[in-house]
């Protein structure tokens, strides 16, 4: 869970960043970082923390030049450590390069080990650091040859941005699992932009050109923007969970809406999932999309009946369950003239724990309801995320173990409802638009279609525990590391 953005060829290139990474501040907020070159030198800037707290006058004055990376991050990979921070930049034999990265590897551990046995030295516990040394141990001659065949080693998921001191890379991995998009500014053809999400394009002044596709490696540079192919993609294996939580609203997604993908899963959900109410309420912020599609197709009265606190940041985004069982008061309240006396449906986008919801049920029953049905709008989490959304082991995760009669009896609903996997697939792709014209050849892109064997185009493990990619750990894995405190 994690947040890339880059930018090339604009004077401002590290407030521009400053303002991409804030837009993207929903995807990690353990820390934040900027890179930026002047055509020279790289500078780097790195702390624990949200972007706004990060980043000082003091260090935006001396992020110089007019290309720029940078990152938001929540540790999937590595704990939360400065020194686990992004981008990672480094010299190496060839210059200096910074990396930003979002999914995780899933042969890191076994590649690190084969490296520190050939001798490399690790500073860090993430897994990007592994494409850092095997850049650095390729013995291609150019930046792009040596980033394409590092990527050809690594396995898993990537969305990675790269800055040199004249070149941007951008690269995604051959399933294409984490998003990554290009824009370009109003202001030049030679400025673009590079994200995870297009969000802050607008506030920029910047027009969204296309995403970049799985398998790709796109080259900015003073020629512009060069596309290369080096491994074509394998299937189309995009994360469904970006569309039902993790990305905001206002986002495309290889063509995908997320907003209308909630509505259409919110229209599914109450299609599948009838009950009698009087009103029916959203758990702010990533249920409401889903709850006002939901409205629409029952007819039942859409009510804002949860406030959300934005003085704090996401509960869940803090790793420390303790954190979070506290977070769950300060973040939400309810509005009791919405719900006394009232049967409520509540809709949600997902149970993980089980703990919020139960902590909403209650909450909402306090305040006045005569009955609180739950409604999911995806189906039921039993499997943990390998690719870079943090969900917590099997055994935490409440849907690997309880039937839905069972969960509906831990969170204390009248009835619990969750959206089928046929609907979540179906939603998604009644949300997609015809693609957008490229400069990629047709056999490298991977519509978001079914294939003919009716075969859907996205990674579902955490519903269906189908792992397009095995999870590698090395034959004896080392267990101690530096104590950084
Ligand atoms: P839980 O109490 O663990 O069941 O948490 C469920 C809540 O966490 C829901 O309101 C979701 O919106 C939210 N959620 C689901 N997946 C994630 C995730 N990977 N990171 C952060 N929040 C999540």
């Given at each position: 869970m994690c947040g890339v953005f880059g930018i090339y060829g604009h004077p401002e290139a590290a407030n521009l960043t400053y303002l991409g990474l804030h837009a993207l501040q929903h995807r990690g907020q353990e820390s934040a970082g900027i890179a930026t070159s002047d055509g020279k030198?790289?500078?780097?800037?790195?702390?624990?923390?949200?972007?706004?707290?990060?980043?000082?006058?003091?260090?935006?004055?001396?992020?110089?030049?007019?290309?720029?990376i940078g990152h938001v991050r929540y540790s999937t990979a590595g704990g939360s450590l400065l020194r686990n921070?992004?981008?990672?930049?480094?010299?190496?034999?060839?210059?200096?390069?910074?990396?930003?990265?979002?999914g995780n590897l899933t042969n890191s551990l076994l590649l690190r080990e084969q490296l520190e046995k050939s001798g490399s030295i690790f500073q860090s516990g993430s897994d990007t650091e592994v494409i850092v040394h095997l850049l650095a141990v390729s013995g291609q001659r150019t930046t792009e040859d040596r980033l394409a065949d590092a990527l050809s080693k690594v396995e898993g998921a990537f969305s990675?941005?790269?800055?040199?001191?004249?070149?941007?890379?951008?690269?995604?991995?051959?399933?294409?699992?984490r998003p990554l998009c290009?824009?370009?500014?109003?202001?030049g053809d030679r400025q673009f932009v590079v994200a995870s999400e297009p969000t802050v394009f607008s506030l920029i002044e910047a027009e969204f050109v296309r995403d970049v596709e799985p398998g790709e490696i796109v080259v900015l540079s003073d020629e512009g923007l060069r596309s290369i192919t080096p491994a074509p993609p394998i299937a189309s294996k995009r994360c469904v969970f970006e569309y039902i939580y993790f990305a905001r609203p206002d986002s495309t997604l290889d063509g995908v809406n997320v907003y209308e993908a909630r509505k259409n899963f919110g229209r599914a959900l109450a299609r599948e999932n009838r009950v009698e109410a009087d009103v029916v309420v959203a758990?702010?912020?990533?249920?409401?999309?889903?709850?006002?599609?939901?409205?629409?197709?029952?007819?039942?009265?859409?009510?804002?009946?949860?406030?959300?606190?934005?003085?704090?940041g996401r509960t869940f985004i803090e790793p420390q369950q303790s954190i979070r069982h506290f977070g769950v008061r300060l973040k939400l309240s309810p509005v009791p003239e919405v719900f006394r006396d009232k049967r409520v449906i509540v809709v949600d986008d997902s149970i993980v724990r089980g703990t919020t919801s139960r902590k909403i049920v209650k909450m909402i029953r306090d305040a006045g309801a005569k009955e609180v049905h739950l409604r999911i709008s995806s189906p039921p989490t039993r499997w943990p995320c390998y690719y870079g959304i943090d969900t917590p082991t099997r055994d935490e995760l409440i849907a690997s173990s309880h039937s839905v009669e069972a969960i509906n009896e831990f969170v204390t609903s009248d009835s619990l409802g969750y959206l089928s996997h046929e609907s979540m697939?179906?939603?998604v792709l009644a949300s997609a638009s015809p693609r957008e014209p490229s400069n990629v050849s047709s056999e490298h892109r991977l519509p978001m279609l079914k294939d003919e064997q009716g075969r859907h185009p996205f990674c579902d493990a955490c519903f269906s525990g189908n792992y397009p990619i095995q999870y590698k750990t090395p034959p004896r894995s080392r267990q101690m590391r530096l104590l950084d405190v």
């Open positions: 030198q790289l500078a780097l800037h790195r702390g624990m923390g949200q972007v706004i707290d990060v980043f000082q006058p003091r260090q935006m004055e001396r992020l110089t030049g007019t290309n720029a921070a992004q981008p990672i930049a480094v010299d190496y034999a060839h210059g200096q390069i910074a990396i930003a990265h979002n990675l941005v790269c800055l040199t001191e004249t070149k941007m890379l951008a690269a995604r991995d051959r399933y294409g699992i290009i824009g370009r500014l109003k202001s758990v702010p912020d990533s249920g409401v999309p889903a709850t006002i599609g939901f409205a629409e197709e029952s007819g039942i009265r859409y009510e804002v009946g949860l406030v959300r606190s934005h003085y704090i697939i179906e939603s």
